[in-house]
């Protein structure tokens, strides 16, 4: 999928994990994208729970995303796993709900 200003975008680095997490960032230079599923170990939840506190007393417009940036600053590594090449779509419109109909009508 090519990416856009609008998707959430990560770099990862094969023996650091994710190292930046943004929409703000020039689609080229992004490794993939960031599509909103997570895997939390409980052994993660106290330092998460803090960066996202942290985020959201900062600027409480910012992302939930920008607390797993908060996070890989504070140098916790966060790992990711490929969907690799499979038909999916965000749905945010009826366009999408339409295109998520036709992905789910062809399995």
Do not use: S
């Not at 680095?13 to 993939?32: F, N, S, V």
């Not at 052994?43 to 007393?57: I, K, S, Y």
């Not at 690799?84 to 999408?96: A, F, L, S």
């Amino acid at each position: 999928k090519k990416l856009a200003d609008e998707e959430m975008k990560v770099v990862v680095d094969p023996a650091k994990g994710m190292t930046r997490i943004t929409k703000l960032m020039d689609p080229a230079e992004a490794t993939g994208e960031y599509i909103g599923v997570t895997l939390i170990e409980g052994d993660a939840a106290v330092e998460l729970a803090d960066a996202l506190r942290a985020t959201f007393e900062r600027d409480p417009q910012l992302y939930y995303e920008d607390g797993y940036q908060e996070l890989v600053n504070r140098g916790f590594r966060i790992d990711v796993a490929p969907i690799g090449d499979v038909r999916w779509v965000e749905i945010d419109n009826h366009d999408d709900l339409a295109r998520g109909r036709e992905i789910v009508a062809g399995h």
